[in-house]
């Protein structure tokens, strides 16, 4: 079965984080592996995912972390790290497709 959620964003924070990961701003309160923010999104079926914006190990390390939970909130999948906010992201676990669109709004 295919699943879909859609996290909505504000235009101007989407901007600011986008800015982050591209390297072209930098938190200077973050550290190292710091969650700067975290948007979360919930499936029919009780799944939810979290999309991360994590600081790495210098101001051009900023990376995203996608990670997907079961209904007890057990981590059942993540993808590679990512440096694009907005657009989709996608899990399989089991015969079941998991879809997240993140979106300015």
């Known amino acids: ?13 989407a901007k600011e984080y986008q ?5 072209t701003a930098y938190d200077p309160e973050s550290s ?7 948007f979360s999104g919930r499936f029919d079926n ?4 979290d999309i991360k914006i994590v600081n790495g190990d ?8 996608a990670v997907l939970f079961d209904e007890n909130n057990n981590e059942v ?4 790290p990512a440096d ?3 657009g989709g992201y996608e899990f399989i676990f089991g015969e079941d497709i998991y ?7």
């Open 46 to 49: 009780g799944f939810e995912v």
């Open 84 to 86: 694009i906010l907005l």
């Open 58 to 65: 210098t101001e051009s390390d900023v990376y995203i972390d």
């Open 1 to 13: 079965m295919r699943y879909e959620t859609v996290i909505t964003i504000d235009q101007q924070k």
């Open 32 to 38: 190292k592996d710091d969650v700067i923010e975290t």
């Open 99 to 105: 879809y997240i669109v993140v979106k300015e709004g």
């Open 77 to 80: 999948g993540f993808e590679n």
């Open 19 to 23: 800015d982050l990961l591209d390297g």
